[in-house]
């Protein structure tokens, strides 16, 4: 069993993780960021857990962006094929599960 503190996780960078799990082609990870991550697509579903901090999720739907103001204890699915971004207000650790080949 393994049980992991957010608060003992010191990242060096924005977007620097720690693997806490690894299963069935699935990776399960704690990141550290104060910086934006880019636009991107998965190839495969993802799910974004806010454990500290607010982090802003924009999606592109057609022409359009709409963006969600995540807070601790929120979750975001993202299916396969959502194009998005997160925008964190300040720092924020956040837990994510998604396809280990994923960008």
């Known amino acids: 069993m393994k049980v992991v503190e957010t608060s003992d996780f010191k990242a060096q960078r924005a977007w620097q993780a720690r693997e ?3 299963f069935d082609g699935v990776t399960v990870r ?3 960021t104060d910086q934006p991550y880019k636009w991107h697509v998965n190839d495969g579903e993802e ?17 359009g ?3 969600v103001l995540l807070t601790p204890g929120a979750i ?5 094929g959502d ?7 300040g720092g924020a650790y956040i ?4 396809r280990a080949e994923s960008p």
């Open 76 to 80: 975001c699915h993202c299916e396969e």
């Open 83 to 89: 194009e998005h971004r997160a925008v964190p207000d």
């Open 20 to 22: 806490i799990a690894a």
């Open 95 to 98: 837990l994510v599960i998604e």
């Open 30 to 32: 704690l990141h550290w």
């Open 65 to 67: 962006e709409d963006s």
């Open 47 to 63: 799910v974004f857990v806010v454990l500290d901090g607010a982090v802003h999720m924009d999606v592109r739907r057609g022409q």
